[in-house]
């Protein structure tokens, strides 16, 4: 760190505020539990003992308040868009989201024909990650997981706006 | 009991209701609405008919020019026959009585078969839209049915199989 380099004892460590901010969100980012069709029940083998979300920081959160990510995990119907929406909003910024499967992210199977299906989760909310599969296995939600961790590790909430 | 004795007993006891219609195939009968009520408390107290399960309910819609359809596959547990009946309805005004106190089950049914084909069950406490959301418009599985454009301001895009999205 130039100039302050090994003026303090050991076991201290110095950088900016800036990067130490954006470094500790990254490394716990929380995640919002919610699950809305098959794509739960691979969200819930990811946080499981096997794949153990926690050993990236991450825990499950039942309530927005207390959330970062919004893992949206299936299908999203007309009524439950709202519903999304609204829990969106209820999450403390800074919040992210991740579309999981292809129902959140365009519709899915229910593309062509599904009236009652949103066709894509960022209909509604901004989405930072999107993560394809029907399902996708837990390797490649945590593949997302870990994409997100690097765009958050890559912000500087200080210096720059948050997006 | 066979399924000709069956559409016998009934037919001794309404006999202005059962419509003979050759297109319909064994183990189905069409029956005029406007008595239903009381043919299906007949169906399910009677001692030789004993119909004690809804098995299901469901709507029909028959086409362009077709009328609206509601089907009863009734079981009965006690004696081991079943029937299905079909009461047809008009397109413009499709109501018939509910018959949700008779067989319990008929709640849900009556109220899924209202909210994807709009067919009114008169006298059903409780007869609101089951699966799409209060305020949508239109009856889904109609083959007349159009898909609102917005709601609550979320696109619901219209996508056709030649064109993509349109």
Redesign the interface.
């Given at each position: 760190m130039g100039v302050l380099e090994n003026k303090f004892n050991d076991n201290i460590v110095v950088g900016s505020l800036d990067k130490f901010l954006s470094w500790s969100r990254s490394t716990s980012p929380w995640f919002f539990q919610f699950g809305l069709a098959c794509c739960a029940i691979e969200m819930m083998a990811t946080a499981a003992a096997r794949h153990d979300l926690e050993r990236i920081g991450m825990m499950p959160r039942s309530s927005p308040r207390q959330a970062d990510v919004m893992i949206v995990a299936g299908t999203v119907t007309?009524?439950m868009?709202?519903r999304v929406k609204k829990l969106y909003e209820q999450m403390a910024n800074p919040k992210y989201v991740i579309s999981m499967g292809s129902c959140a992210t365009s519709g899915g199977p229910y593309?062509?024909?599904g009236?009652?299906v949103?066709?894509g989760v960022d209909?509604?909310v901004p989405v930072d990650v999107y993560v394809p599969g029907c399902p996708p296995r837990p390797e490649a939600l945590i593949e997302g997981l870990l994409k997100l961790q690097q765009l958050i590790s890559e912000e500087r909430p200080l210096t720059r706006k948050i997006t | 009991m066979s399924f000709s004795e069956i559409k016998l007993l009934i037919q001794d006891r309404f006999p202005k209701s059962v419509i003979e219609n050759e297109n319909i195939s064994e183990g189905q009968i069409e029956i005029d609405g406007s008595l239903w009520k009381e043919i299906a408390t007949f169906l399910k107290n009677d001692p030789k008919l004993l119909f004690d399960q809804l098995e299901c309910l469901t709507g029909i819609d028959t086409g362009e020019e077709g009328p609206l359809q509601s089907r009863y596959n009734l079981h009965s547990m006690e004696l081991r026959h079943k029937i299905e009946i079909i009461i047809s309805h008009d397109r413009k005004d499709p109501k018939v009585e509910s018959i949700e106190q008779i067989w319990r089950i008929g709640d849900w049914f009556e109220r899924e078969t209202y909210d994807m084909f709009g067919i009114v069950y008169e006298g059903h406490r409780d007869l609101r839209r089951i699966?799409?959301?209060d305020d949508?418009e239109g009856w889904?599985l109609r083959k007349d049915?159009e898909?609102q454009e917005t709601?609550?301001g979320?696109?619901?895009?219209k996508?056709k199989?030649e064109e993509g999205w349109e």
């Open positions: 007309m009524k868009a709202l593309w062509q024909h009236y009652h949103l066709k209909l509604v | 699966l799409c959301p949508w889904p049915y898909l709601y609550h979320i696109m619901v895009p996508i199989e």
